[in-house]
Every structure is written in C-alpha cells, then in structure tokens.
C-alpha cells in the first residue's frame, strides 16, 4: 500500500546524520535546522522562511523590532530580546547585558554547578562534565549551552536580577517564555 502524506518526513538515517553534525560543529539541533530553513529559503525565496542563514555558530540578531515574529522574547531594560531556541534566547540575552552593564556576566559566570555553568568565556567551560554538549557563542564572545529548559532560563534570569539588583518584572520581564 503506497500512503502519500502531505507531511515532510525524515529518515532515522537523517536524523542520526543531524544530531552526528550537529555535535561536530557544537550547535543544538536546532540551531542547524535553522541554518538549513535559512539557506532553503534563501534558494528557494520561500514565503515562510525570509531570514538570512547565519555564517558561523553565533547567536542571530533580532531583525524585528516588537519580537512578534519569534517564539520567546524577554524584556531586558526595556529592549525586546527576542530567538526562536532557548539556547539563542540564552546568548542574545548575554549580548544585552554585555551592552549595558558587561561585570554582571562575570558573576553571573561563578554561579554555576560543579557540572555546568550558566556562560562562560571559553567554549569547553559550559557543560564541565560533558563538554561534547551543544554551546552558542553570544556575540560579546561569552558560551552558553544550547542544552537548556524553560526552568533553567528563569532561574538563570533569577540569579541574573539578584546580581544586579534588578527586579523580576521590573528591569525584566518575562513576555513570552
């Protein structure tokens, strides 16, 4: 019986092939998915798929100024940070603390486990125990993993204003997490 689906389908052969992929360039899955919708839609000028393919393992920029267009934004002393992986929200959020108020990430940076820290200057310096885990490098040079949960990026953002001396819901806000 020949079943046609309208629905894309991916072999356990590619998916094996990604995740091998994914871990020798050092990016989350996604991210290479990304990467791949990106230069499909650069090639083909797909309708859903207009950003452009980022270049390296770096976080992307924020093309759309209100964050609408991407699945998690947070409000960091009133700019919009916006990514469509936690691992990007991650790095983007490094970059705008790294712009405004740059000595918080270096305390931010001791206040990891004996297995992870939350970012780190250097690349193998996230995941102590595993450092074969996939990491994004913000653009102010900072790692963080791209192996994170909902709950680790609020408690990250927790450790973030105590630090600073923020206030959840004050200097940040969590619009859509």
């Known amino acids: 019986m020949n079943i046609q689906s309208s629905e894309p389908h991916v ?22 998915i990304d990467r791949l919708l990106a230069s499909y839609a650069a090639n083909a000028s797909s309708e859903l798929c207009k950003s452009p393919a980022p270049t390296s393992h770096m976080a992307k920029t924020t093309s759309d100024a209100a ?3 991407y ?7 009133g700019k919009i940070v916006t990514a469509n992986s936690l691992g990007t929200l991650c790095a983007n959020m490094v970059d705008a603390v790294h712009n405004t108020h740059p000595g918080i990430l270096e305390g931010l940076s001791k206040r990891g486990t004996d297995k992870r820290a939350p970012l780190s200057r250097s690349r193998n310096g996230v995941h102590l125990s ?5 990491v994004v490098q913000a653009k102010c040079g900072w790692w963080v993993s791209s192996n994170v949960s909902r709950p680790q990026i ?11 001396g923020w206030q959840l819901d004050h200097q940040i806000r969590l619009v859509q997490i």
């Open 71 to 77: 699945r998690y934004r947070v409000d960091i002393l």
């Open 154 to 164: 609020i408690r990250w953002i927790e450790h973030l204003c105590e630090i600073a």
């Open 130 to 134: 595993t450092p074969n885990l996939p």
């Open 11 to 32: 072999s356990l052969q590619s998916l094996a092939r990604l995740s091998r992929f994914s871990g020798e360039q050092g990016v989350s899955i996604d991210a290479l």
């Open 67 to 69: 964050g609408t267009n």
